[in-house]
């Protein structure tokens, strides 16, 4: 049994409570690890340590950031396997997902440690002769970083990566499910030259931990990935001291395939946005918007397609889709699966938990279709987080691009077509944060991703993330130091 403590100041410590919480390995159901159940002492305790670093990372200069950034993902590198096979071990999602995450990570450290030395201010040419304005940009402080179970250390990075070039300090809060990895990964700050208290850790509930994290008045901004209800309880909380939020919130993105799309591989497409990560992803591409003409035809190849998927050991490089990893999220699947039936879907596909072979009588859901589904059910207005798709045919461009819209939801979308009018045309409409033509599923440390409507606030990755951590001071010198009249506005 591995024990893990909080990370703070550099050193792994015990949870002032002294209480532990149970990990369990979503394929094989056993207790592997147990964490820091922490609270608002542990949480003061980090906090403290990131606001007693802070000045001297802060004005340590953005190359050398960058060197240690750099340093960092040479590490990951050499890493990143025995970090995926943790990630594994504690969320179930495949190793061949998880390796690539912990693998790729090391690219947003590296291209966000080449950017420190690349943010400029801008001197204003002002109406003035004699005076000098100019901007800069400064860290913010101790900034609090939340993540969700899925994919725990890509989330990080696209966080933590922005935040520290930018000369921020970090106390991070992983979900109570998926901490093991977040903790294997802090001593690695260290060996890259990191000083103690720039990164820090804290583990526990999301109600206790994680609040205590979004309260604390020295935590001076804070970036969340989860669910859209929790992204708005933390920014109703925020709100109190008038925090500045990034949110990465959930979504229920349409997959749109057009009659003359290159039908193979807009069915290999579908498949993935939806059956990948087990469902478990905030891209899922959860409804299918199949033109008509090609509907029936399309749903048989896809079925037929997803349903030689191998179910099993996540660990396997074989394993197309595992357990599902948390207790509540399995029971979450099931549940919505019921409520497409009785709202009148069709299951045309799974539809159940599955026991069969491989499935080690843990946490299975088999990969579910549902179609003679309307945009305005339950199943396809409500995020799933699952291996469940919903399947809506529709007529027109117009048509797809309405029902694609009409959802409280905004953060990615998949368009299959041939028609490159046609592509342009609906990309530019539908209102959400990520649109892939002819392919699905791709994200890259420079390209921002993030969400319209409930899917979020704010972007990650790219140029612009790295302004989510800094702010604006404008700096005023004045040439001839002459008040002419105090009384008025110069
Ligand atoms: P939750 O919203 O339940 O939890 C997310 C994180 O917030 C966890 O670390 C959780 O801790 C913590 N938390 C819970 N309550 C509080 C609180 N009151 N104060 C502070 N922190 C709190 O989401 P899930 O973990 O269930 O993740 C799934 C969701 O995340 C899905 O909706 C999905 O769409 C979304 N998601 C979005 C992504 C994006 O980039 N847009 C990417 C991946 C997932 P604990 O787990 O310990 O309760």
Redesign the pocket.
């Known amino acids: 049994m591995q024990t893990y403590g909080n990370y703070i100041n550099g050193h792994m410590v015990e949870p002032v409570s002294g209480e532990y919480l149970d990990s369990d390995n979503p394929y094989t159901g056993e207790i592997w690890a147990q964490i820091a159940r922490s609270n608002v002492a542990d949480v003061n305790a980090a906090t403290a340590a990131a606001s007693a670093a802070f000045p001297a990372w802060a004005s340590t200069t953005p190359t050398t950031r960058g060197k240690l950034l750099n340093n960092l993902a040479a590490i990951i590198e050499r890493e990143a396997l025995r970090l995926g096979e943790i990630e594994v071990r504690d969320n179930g999602k495949l190793i061949a997902e998880m390796a690539g995450q912990t693998t790729v990570m090391a690219e947003w450290y590296r291209y966000f440690g080449g950017l420190a030395d690349k943010v400029e201010g801008s001197v204003i040419p002002l109406d003035r002769a004699s005076t000098l304005n100019y901007t800069r940009y400064e860290p913010l402080g101790v900034v609090g970083l939340?993540?969700?179970?899925?994919?725990p250390l890509l989330?990080l990075a696209?966080k933590l990566a922005a935040a520290l070039a930018a000369g921020n300090c970090a106390v991070i809060?992983?979900?109570?499910?998926?901490?093991a990895s977040t903790l294997e990964f802090m001593p690695l700050f260290e060996e890259a030259g990191f000083p103690p208290g720039v990164v820090n850790a804290v583990?526990?509930?999301?109600?206790e931990?994680?609040?205590a994290?979004?309260d604390h008045p020295d935590i001076v901004k804070l970036a969340?990935?989860?669910?859209?209800?929790?992204?708005q309880?933390?920014y109703q909380?925020a709100a109190k001291q008038l925090k500045p939020v990034t949110?990465?919130?959930?979504?229920k993105s349409p997959n749109i395939v057009f009659e003359d799309a290159d039908f193979e591989s807009a069915v290999m497409g579908v498949i993935s946005g939806i059956f990948a990560a087990t469902g478990?992803?905030?891209?899922?591409g959860s409804r299918a918007l199949v033109q008509r003409s090609i509907h029936d035809a399309f749903v048989e190849r896809l079925t037929e397609v997803a349903g030689e998927a191998t179910i099993g050991d996540p660990m396997s490089m074989d394993t197309h889709v595992g357990p599902v990893t948390?207790e509540?999220?399995f029971q979450k699947i099931l549940h919505y699966i019921n409520v497409a039936r009785e709202d009148g879907a069709t299951c045309v596909m799974g539809g159940d938990l599955y026991t069969g072979p491989g499935s080690a009588g843990t946490r299975f859901v088999q990969p579910t279709v549902f179609t003679n589904v309307t945009n305005d059910m339950r199943i396809a207005q409500e995020?799933v987080?699952g291996p469940v798709l919903s399947v809506i045919p529709f007529d027109t461009e117009e048509e797809a691009i309405q029902i694609g819209n009409d959802i409280n939801f905004g953060?990615a979308a998949g368009v299959w077509t041939q028609n490159i009018g046609r592509a342009v045309r609906v990309s530019d409409a539908l209102r959400c944060g990520t649109v892939w033509v002819n392919t699905y599923r791709a994200v890259s440390f420079n390209s921002p991703?993030?969400?319209y409507k409930r899917?979020?606030l704010g972007r990650?990755s790219g140029q612009e993330a790295i302004k989510e951590y800094l702010q604006t001071k404008s700096v005023w010198i004045a040439q001839d130091s002459s008040v002419a009249n105090p009384f008025v506005m110069r």
């Open positions: 939340i993540t969700a179970w899925n994919s989330l696209w809060k992983p979900s109570e499910f998926t901490s583990t526990g509930l999301g109600n931990c994680g609040q994290l979004v969340f990935t989860g669910s859209d209800a929790t992204g309880h933390i909380s949110l990465e919130l959930g979504g478990q992803t905030c891209i899922a948390t509540p999220q995020e987080f953060l991703f993030g969400g899917s979020g990650e």
